[in-house]
Nanobody, 124 residues
């Protein structure tokens, strides 16, 4: 069993930055592909980023490409999502999710572990 805990959310003005972290309770290196999902108010959860087990491959949704950057420190069992140039539409709850699959699933049902989520609010 792996527990994932997100942190780093908060209130930020448009154009600002936040850095989300996802800490795992056990070793993540070579085991888990990690994705970040965004759930805006009243909408379904959407994958916005994914990072491979080694960190050498990343994926970004078009809505965040060029603004968000995923990284991981397997020695510290932590994955980060650097969020720059934030927009009001980025508001919502961000979840990290892990899977043992060697690729980045789109569907949330293909992930084995989920964090509890961290709230991000972008507003002036």
């Amino acid at each position: 069993q792996v527990q994932l805990v997100e942190s780093g959310g908060g209130l930020v003005q448009p154009g600002g930055s936040l850095r989300l972290s996802c800490a795992a309770s056990r070793r993540t290196a070579d085991y888990y592909t990690i994705s970040w999902f965004h759930q805006a108010p009243g909408k379904e959860r959407e994958r916005v980023s994914c990072i491979s087990r080694s960190g050498s491959n990343t994926f970004y949704a078009d809505s965040v490409k060029g603004r968000f950057t995923a990284s991981r420190d397997n020695a510290k069992n932590t994955v980060h999502l650097q969020m720059n140039s934030l927009r009001p539409e980025d508001t919502g709850v961000y979840y990290c999710a892990g899977t043992g699959r060697p690729y980045c699933p789109v569907r949330g049902t293909e992930y084995d572990y989920w964090g509890q989520g961290t709230q991000v609010t972008v507003s002036s």
